[in-house]
């Protein structure tokens, strides 16, 4: 078995149609097509730091997925299970540009999409040999009840295999029929995955508090081996089973440009940190880099580093906290 480690994710990509200028959105006249979705996200990250990693979703075979298709090759991220149909189509979204830092508006249209379609039939069981980290995140098991039938093989076969398993709860109420499915669905997940990553208004409404160590005994109390609570620009809160804990402050960011996706890029450092063998604690603060790179760019993974920019910054990162501490 081999020791290199690696990364699967499962979800749906979406082609995101972001306005070339500020304004309702239905007085736009040009727009910019990239990619979107939480989890594809993620993927992309790993993937820019050189680990190998597998997403599976299923598109529609039209030109939206061969948009997603072409892009996650580019990527270097792993197609095999990248599924097409003939049936349904890939799903999209718009978003309009803002220039306040506030969350832009964004509009779906993905019901009845394509990777709303995938199923249990659709997981391969060889995709947990050897060990990968599993990310799941609480967007993929919202889209539908398939989708999310097929997130909980993943995620029985993963721990059958002793793998690491991640997961963001990411709270999309509109795509639940009610708060207290949402809530129980989520939770479900969350208390049979390894390390669990709630902002602190999510955990607010999961775990009943806005306190970030209440809302990571609640986790731990349910099984999770650690929990790391995002607090925006204040950084996040970390804590494990084994009785470690702490804040990790965030970096300062001068011009807030787009706030979506920085809670994917915070799972992209923090799962590629423990990918590398680094502590909770040093992974937290991975996260909080790397979400803070992404807010300051246009788009949901356009400012997630490679290898060798990450390094860079790392040790940026490490000198002035030395040159602090002296």
Not at 123 to 143: C, K, M, N, R, Y
Not at 245 to 264: H, S
Not at 288 to 297: H, I
């Amino acid at each position: 078995m081999s020791n290199i480690p690696s990364f699967v994710t499962i979800g749906e990509a979406m082609a995101m149609f972001v306005a070339d200028s500020p304004g309702d959105l239905s007085h736009v006249n040009s727009f910019s097509r990239s990619l979107a979705g939480a989890e594809i996200n993620v993927a992309i990250g790993i993937a820019r730091l050189g680990i190998p990693s597998t997403y599976i979703t299923k598109v529609g075979n039209d030109s939206f997925g061969d948009f997603i298709k072409h892009s996650i090759q580019h990527e270097n991220i792993q197609t095999k299970y990248v599924l097409g149909s003939d049936t349904n189509a890939t799903g999209f979204m718009l978003k309009s540009n803002v220039t306040d830092g506030s969350d832009p508006k964004v509009e779906y249209y993905r019901r009845n999409s394509a990777a709303s379609t995938l199923n249990t039939d659709d997981i391969d069981s060889e995709l947990f040999h050897p060990q990968p980290h599993l990310h799941l995140t609480g967007v993929s098991v919202a889209v539908s009840e398939t989708l999310r039938r097929a997130a909980k093989k993943t995620l029985k076969l993963a721990k059958a295999q002793g793998c690491r398993v991640s997961f963001d709860t990411n709270l999309r109420p509109a795509l639940w029929p009610d708060q207290a499915t949402m809530i129980k669905e989520i939770n479900d997940f969350a208390f049979a995955s390894d390390i669990v990553l709630p902002g602190i208004e999510e955990g607010e409404i999961l775990a009943g508090s806005d306190q970030p160590e209440a809302i990571a005994d609640f986790y731990l109390s349910h099984g999770s081996q650690a929990v790391i609570v995002k607090l925006g620009s204040q950084g996040a809160y970390y804590k494990t089973n084994k009785g470690e804990f702490g804040t990790v402050a965030g970096f300062p960011v001068d011009t807030v440009v787009d706030t979506v996706g920085a809670g994917d890029s915070f799972a992209v450092g923090v799962i590629s940190a423990l990918l590398d063998g680094q502590d909770i604690a040093q992974a937290a603060r991975r996260g909080n880099l790397l979400g803070s790179l992404t807010v300051q760019v246009r788009g949901d993974s356009e400012g997630l580093p490679t290898r060798d920019v990450l390094n860079q910054l790392e040790k940026v990162d490490k000198h002035e906290a030395q040159s602090t501490a002296l």
